[in-house]
């Protein structure tokens, strides 16, 4: 899994490195076209990494492993301290 946030974080690291100074010449020559276009690229790699948690081998089982420690937790004492 670590894998994928990585690939993710690289991503999203290598679009806003290569779009910084394409904004600004896009700004420079009034390319509304592809400014536009930027917050996209971004919210498309934010649903691959999505697809890919959702596919990930292993996935059920951090989902039981998580429930169960969720069940199994003691009760939180209340507002009252009680």
Avoid: C
């Amino acid at each position: 899994m670590t894998h994928y946030v990585d690939k993710f974080q690289t991503s999203v690291l290598e679009v806003w490195v290569t779009t910084t100074p394409a904004v600004l010449e896009d700004l420079t020559k009034l390319k509304l076209k592809e400014l536009a276009g930027l917050p996209f690229i971004i919210r498309q790699k934010k649903f691959e990494l999505w697809e890919s948690e959702s596919k990930a081998p292993g996935r059920d089982v951090a989902y039981i492993l998580h429930a169960k420690e969720f069940l199994l937790a003691p009760p939180e004492d209340g507002p009252n301290g009680a």
